[in-house]
């Protein structure tokens, strides 16, 4: 058996890259644009574009779905965003049909109740105390109680400082 030699040639035309990569001429045209092809001239070279669309193809836009980074044509790209968004919109509906997703001011007002439970809890804690331990005073009762007011008082205001640094 004998070996046949194979030419592979050093450039090839939009149209027979195309076929070799399995993608249309116009997607050849983007992915050069984009810089996933080495195009010379009116050609394409073989071996360096294959192996950059390789490259590409091991990306995570490629892996995302997008055929290349960014359309030639900007009316093309406000397309794509824009049915992005509609489907993203379309997702987030039947989440939120499904019970998958949480009203946000429902979810703010359950918190705010389960923290006024707290903090009434923490509150009664001195006179909870007073009641078993007979042997403090009040003095001692109203430092604990003092203690407790200020933790409370230290813990919300630490959200505002955090809304405060987000800005």
């Known amino acids: 058996m004998g070996h046949e030699s194979t ?11 195309a076929a070799l990569l399995g993608v249309t001429p116009s997607t050849v045209s983007h992915l050069a644009t984009a810089g996933h092809l080495v195009k010379r001239g009116s ?3 073989l071996a360096e574009s294959v192996a950059r669309y390789c490259t590409y193809l091991r ?6 779905g997008r055929v290349a980074d960014a359309p030639a044509d900007p009316l093309k790209a406000a397309r794509i965003r824009f049915m992005e968004a509609q489907t993203a919109r379309t997702e987030l509906k039947a ?7 949480l009203d946000r001011a429902a979810v703010e007002a359950a918190w705010r109740g389960i923290l006024a439970d707290v903090r009434a809890g923490l509150l009664a804690v001195p006179s909870r105390v007073g009641t078993r331990l007979p042997t403090l005073t009040a003095a001692d009762l109203a430092e604990i109680a003092a203690e407790i007011r200020a933790a409370l008082e230290a813990l919300a205001a630490a959200p505002e400082a955090a809304q405060e640094s987000d800005l």
Request: proline share 7%.
């Open 7 to 17: 030419q592979i040639p050093e450039t090839v035309r939009a149209s027979e890259l």
């Open 59 to 64: 990306s995570p836009a490629a892996r995302a």
């Open 43 to 45: 050609r394409y070279a």
């Open 95 to 101: 989440a939120r049909e499904a019970g998958e997703l």
